[in-house]
């Protein structure tokens, strides 16, 4: 739960946080500790270099070593940025992913590709870096705007109809029903994606299959981006 993993981040030594401002307004109870922290402003626009860099800069300023554990608290594009930065410095940190989107808990914290946007080019510089552990706590769906659920659903779904077409009717009768999906649904996402990846981590075969709807989405993603215009990447 989420009073759990309070409790818990609060007691944990060698400890580091980085966070996002919205989390950091909205769950206020999971900073109080006197762990090292770094909260940023994180959108797509700033999935950068010099983002990476204020992180780097963050680890030396507190003397990060491997004997430290890095909580990446938020959505897919700090974990994007973040598990970039930690997966090079000091030749790869030990890391625990805490998403709070289901868009995260479903895709880009369990997925190992970590990326920044170089020279206006969508995830141009990056690695495959995975977190040695995932907490999902679906406590945090509850302040989800409808769009940012949808924008889950959309993975949920895309892997559903690549893998398992028994789990599509599961889904979509489960949206059918409500926009906040259960604990086991998510579950089951989870390891159906980690089926694959466990298969071909560096995206040589049979991941494709999870490039579904993704590759053309990212073109349209970067058609409205040079038009200033936000369109979900879900």
């Avoid at 206006?120 to 907490?135: A, F, H, M, R, V």
Wanted: charged share 15%; net charge negative.
């Amino acid at each position: 739960t989420f009073e759990q993993f309070t409790e818990n981040l609060q007691y944990s030594n060698n400890c580091i946080i980085l966070s996002e401002k919205t989390i950091y307004t909205l769950y206020p109870q999971l900073f109080q500790t006197n762990s090292p922290r770094l909260i940023l402003d994180i959108n797509e626009k700033n999935k950068s270099l010099a983002t990476a860099e204020s992180i780097w800069n963050f680890f030396v300023q507190n003397k990060i070593t491997k004997t430290h554990t890095v909580f990446i608290i938020g959505g897919g594009v700090l974990h994007d940025v973040a598990l970039f930065a930690c997966s090079v410095f000091k030749r790869g940190l030990q890391v625990i992913s805490v998403p709070t989107t289901l868009l995260s808990m479903v895709d880009a914290s369990i997925g190992g590709k970590n990326a920044i946007n170089y020279q206006c080019i969508k995830n141009l510089i990056g690695t495959i870096y995975l977190p040695s552990q995932n907490i999902i706590i679906p406590d945090f769906l509850k302040t989800l705007s409808q769009q940012e659920l949808l924008s889950g659903w959309a993975e949920i779904i895309k892997i559903a109809m690549v893998i398992d077409k028994d789990f599509y009717a599961t889904v979509t009768q489960q949206m059918n029903n409500s926009l906040t999906p259960t604990f086991s649904l998510i579950e089951k996402s989870i390891q159906l994606k980690l089926h694959i990846i466990q298969q071909d981590l560096n995206d040589e075969g049979i991941r494709q299959l999870l490039n579904f709807g993704h590759t053309i989405a990212h073109a349209i993603e970067a058609i409205y981006d040079e038009e200033n215009k936000y369109i979900p990447h879900g």
